[in-house]
Structures are given as structure tokens and as C-alpha cells.
């Protein structure tokens, strides 16, 4: 299965922010959208997933068209969305939560799911009783990462999970990603921290303004003095 | 669980309690709360979407009329069918209108939708208009506990759906849908579906309860039957008992119709002055109401209502 997004073009009102995006993710790899705050990363994963309506160009998923198929359906054909924030269920216990991603797309296969999210993430088993409000922000991640997985999708957007944890655990979330794409998975991850994400990703795409302006391999990207400028700090 | 189960029993062995001369007034009282109960567990079933419904009184009155009008000619319980099914369909093309609303917006269109309807059932010619409707007793009076049975009835079928929503995968979905709906539709929910299905469940039941009113009142009047109060007695009841919950609206319905009217007994006049300042009180120091009480835990269903 393969992500095709093509010429997208998407905003808010009247404000414009995606300009002519195109990108691809296949299954079996873990790409990084990287960019600035308000290039529009965020903005691409909405629309993508069916949040907002695109106003141009297209999106495919598996070769099929995604254009006037709702948010839930997307869903279902297998295109798993962990929001920004990670928008949990605050007063729901940590197995309600997972529970709830499984509710509609895998209901049948919820109890191996569990097992696979527990086996992915043994403290979220630990604190399978707890309100997912009282969890660590780490946790709160992996319960999200966790949630979206539940529903088995074959691609999986991630928007920001490093946001607001240590450096060390913002490595093992993204570590659990790069594990989730080797078992065949496809994985597109939006994040601020490009060295971070250089890391685990295989490609990556360079947004600014709404549109791609770089992409090439995670090495590529690393070497490239634009990159390590404007991103890495170097 | 098991204290509803228990409550349904007392409710079916109620009119063979030895009661004396205070029988028929406790069969007559239990029917009205057991009526307003029902309603009480259907408005829960929608709010549990996080939609705040003004329009169950609406639900309630068009079942009424509906049950009311067509009995003469059906009977009883095919005419409590007709009057579930007209509520249901009305709240089709409500849901269908307004369910992509949130919130106060919601709120204040199913407030419109009643006026609408009542205003409706006042200038049309067959319904009685504002001289009232007289309603023939259900299964035309030949049996004296018929009455009090089919709200006994149509009390646990709400409860046993309430139940039923709240143990299904339509309950997590709810929850969802209540707490971000952006999240639950990238999660897979088909977020209006799930709206239009808790609505249609809710005015059904409604409608349902208002038609078991009718045969038992005997009389409607569109004050009556489309009152805001109606409205209001079915939000207030779970909010009191403790939403989201079957259990809740169940004992704070029946609870609540228990203490109104023994403050009438009582006091006569003003009675509503006491019952409104124990509402305020119970819903100042109980904030997830009755049920709140015993479970220390807080489960899913139990967050703070939004408005």
C-alpha cells in the first residue's frame, strides 16, 4: 500500500497554506516531514487524514482516490492519524483508550492488538487501569501511538511526538516508530526536530511555506548544508 | 448493574405490595415517575454524544399526540408504535439538520424545533388545538393495572437499552465523539452516524414514553405535553442521578418524582421553592450526582457535562 499525495493545496478560511504539496510514503519505510513551525507540516496530516477539505490536487491511497471520503472512512482503508497534541481521552482508563481505537476499524482482532501495543510499550500494561489523564507525558505518546495502532493501519501519520518529552524519551517513542516500520508499517513522521528524526527516518521531505523546496534520503538530507543551516544547528 | 436489576424487580412486584389506602395513589405516582424516568434515560442516551438536546419534550409530545390520535382506531399498543415511530422520523430530519451543530448551537435548535412543533399542534385543526385532546385508557380501561404495566414497560425497555448502548462498541464511540470529535473521526467513528443513531434511539423512546403518558392522562394539551418543563425534567433527572450512567437517570428519576411529590403532600404551597433549592444543593455538592457516590473511581462516563 502506498500514500500518493500530489500538488495538494489546502488552508483555513481564506488563508492558504499548502501550496502544491506532493509527497509519497510506501509501506516498509519511515519518511520524515520536517520543517519550521507554520510551514504547514500539521496542516498536510489534516488533510491527508480528511480533517479539512483540500482545495486542490490529490491524494491517493492504494491507487484510490481519497477525494470526498470522510475522515472515518480514511480510517478504515488504513490510514492511521496521530493528532498533534496526542488528544487523548483524559477520563478514560489507558485500556479504554486503546479500546476505542480498535472500536471501529478492528474490533475482531482488539485483544491481539492490546497484546501488540503492551508488548510495544510494557508501561502503558502497567498502567492499563489509569486514567490516561494522570499518565507522564511519555506515556500520554506511547498511549496515542498506541491508540492509532489498535486500528491496524498500514500507513501511520505521527505529528509531532517528540513535542514536550526529554530528549531520551523522545528517542524511544521515535525508536518504537522505526520498529513499527521494519514489521512492514508505513510511517510518515512531522517533527521539529530534524536530528532527531534524521535519525530514524529512511527518507525525508523539506517543507517550506506549504510546498516541498527539498527531499532525498535521511543521509542525504543530513549532509546537506541547507539542512544542517537552517535545521541542524551545525 | 446489580442495583438495577433489583430496582426493576421491585418495580414489577410494586402493585402487589400491600400498601392499603395509599394503593392507588403510589400505582398512580410510580407510573408518572417511572414515565418521566424513561424519558429521563433517553435524553442520557443522546447527551452521551456530548449533544445537549432541548427537543425531548418535543420527542415526549409528538409521541403523545401521535399515540393519542391514532389508538381510537389501532389500539393500544400498535398506537404507542405509530407514536415512537413519528417521534424516531422527526428526528431524523432534525438530527439531520442540526446534528453537525455543537454545543449551545445544538441546544438552542432543538429549543426552536419544540416551539415549532408545539406552535404546530396548536393551530392545527385535528389535533384539538389549544381546547386539548381527550385520550381514550389504554386497552380501553378494561384492565386496572394495564396502565401502571406499560409504563413499567416502556421503563425497562429504556433501561435495557441504556444498558445495551453502554455495554456496545456504540458506547466507545460515544465517548469519542463527546470528548474530541476530531480525534474519534480520524480513530475510525463515523461521528454523525453515531450522533443520528443515539438520536434516533432517544426520540424513539421518548416518543414511546410520551404515548404511555397520554393513555394515562387521558387529556393532552400542547402546554402540557410540549412544556419546556418536559424538557427540562429530563435533563435535570440524569444530571441529578449522574450522566452517562443507566443507573443514574434510574434512580434519580425515581427518586426525584418520589421527593416532588411528598414535598406537595407536605408543603402545598411553594413546594417548588424546596425542590429547586435541593436540586441546586445536590447538584452543587454532587457534581457527578447520585451515582457519584458510591464509585470512588472516576469510570469514562463520568467527566463534567459540556455544555
Known amino acids: ?234 | 448493574m446489580r442495583l438495577v436489576l433489583v430496582i426493576l424487580g421491585l418495580v414489577l412486584i410494586f402493585p402487589a405490595l400491600p400498601l392499603g389506602r395509599w394503593q392507588a395513589f403510589t400505582l398512580d405516582t410510580a407510573q408518572f415517575a417511572f414515565i418521566a424516568t424513561a424519558l429521563a434515560l433517553s435524553w442520557d442516551l443522546l447527551a452521551r454524544t456530548g449533544q445537549l438536546s432541548l427537543a425531548q419534550g418535543a420527542f415526549f409530545g409528538l409521541g403523545a399526540y401521535a399515540a393519542g390520535l391514532s389508538a381510537g382506531v389501532l389500539g393500544t399498543i400498535p398506537a404507542l408504535l405509530v407514536g415512537a415511530g413519528v417521534a424516531a422520523a422527526s428526528s431524523l430530519l432534525l438530527g439531520a439538520a442540526t446534528l453537525r451543530l455543537q454545543g449551545i448551537y445544538f441546544a438552542i435548535a432543538t429549543l426552536a424545533f419544540s416551539e415549532v412543533v408545539r406552535t404546530l399542534v396548536l393551530k392545527a385543526g385535528f389535533t384539538g388545538g389549544a381546547t386539548g385532546l381527550p385520550v381514550a385508557p389504554a386497552f380501553g380501561g378494561g384492565w386496572a393495572l394495564g396502565g401502571y404495566y406499560l409504563a413499567a414497560a416502556v421503563l425497562i425497555l429504556s433501561v435495557l437499552t441504556s444498558l445495551w448502548v453502554g455495554h456496545s462498541r456504540l458506547s466507545y464511540a460515544q465517548a469519542a465523539t463527546r470528548q474530541g470529535e476530531a480525534t474519534a473521526r480520524v480513530l475510525g467513528v463515523p461521528v454523525v452516524r453515531v450522533k443520528l443513531v443515539s438520536f434516533l434511539l432517544s426520540s424513539a423512546l421518548a416518543g414511546l414514553a410520551g404515548g404511555v403518558y397520554a393513555m394515562k392522562a387521558l387529556f393532552l394539551s400542547p402546554y402540557d405535553a410540549f412544556g419546556l418543563g418536559r424538557a427540562v425534567e429530563a435533563l435535570v433527572i440524569p444530571i441529578f442521578g449522574g450522566l452517562y450512567t443507566t443507573l443514574g437517570p434510574l434512580l434519580g428519576g425515581l427518586l426525584l418524582v418520589a421527593l416532588e411529590t411528598w414535598l406537595r403532600l407536605e408543603i402545598q404551597d411553594g413546594y417548588l421553592v424546596i425542590y429547586g433549592l435541593i436540586l441546586i444543593l445536590a447538584i452543587l455538592f454532587m457534581p457527578r450526582g447520585l451515582v457519584g457516590l458510591f464509585r470512588p473511581r472516576a469510570k469514562p462516563a463520568q467527566e463534567e457535562p459540556r455544555a
Do not use: C
Open chain 1, 1 to 234: 500500500m502506498k500514500l500518493e499525495v500530489h500538488n495538494l493545496s489546502a488552508g483555513y478560511a481564506k488563508a492558504q497554506v499548502l501550496f502544491g504539496l506532493s509527497l509519497e510514503v510506501a509501506e516498509g519505510e519511515l519518511v520524515a516531514l520536517l520543517g519550521a513551525n507554520g510551514a504547514g507540516k500539521t496542516t498536510a496530516l489534516r488533510t491527508v487524514s480528511g480533517l479539512i477539505r483540500a482545495w486542490g490536487g490529490s491524494v491517493h491511497l492504494n491507487g484510490q482516490s481519497l477525494a470526498g471520503i470522510s475522515a472515518a472512512r480514511r480510517a478504515k482503508l488504513g490510514l492511521g492519524h496521530v493528532p498533534e497534541g496526542r488528544q487523548l481521552f483524559p477520563l478514560m482508563p489507558v485500556e479504554e483508550n486503546l479500546l476505542l481505537g480498535a472500536a471501529f476499524l478492528a474490533w475482531e482482532h482488539r485483544a491481539a492488538g492490546l497484546e501488540y501495543v503492551y508488548a510495544l510499550f510494557p508501561r502503558l500494561r502497567e498502567r492499563r487501569g489509569q486514567l490516561a489523564g494522570t499518565l507522564s507525558g511519555g506515556e500520554q505518546q506511547m498511549l496515542a501511538i498506541g491508540r492509532a495502532l489498535m486500528g491496524r493501519p498500514r500507513i501511520l501519520m505521527v505529528d509531532e511526538p517528540s513535542l514536550g518529552l526529554s530528549p531520551k524519551l523522545a528517542e524511544e517513542v521515535l525508536q518504537t516508530l522505526a520498529q513499527v516500520r521494519s514489521e512492514g508499517m508505513g510511517v510518515l513522521l512531522v517533527e521539529q526536530n530534524v536530528a532527531l528524526s534524521l535519525e530514524v527516518a529512511d527518507r525525508g521531505y523539506v517543507i517550506e511555506h506549504g510546498s516541498v523546496v527539498l527531499s532525498g534520503s535521511a543521509a542525504e538530507l543530513s549532509g546537506n548544508p541547507q539542512v544542517q543551516k537552517a535545521y541542524l544547528a551545525l
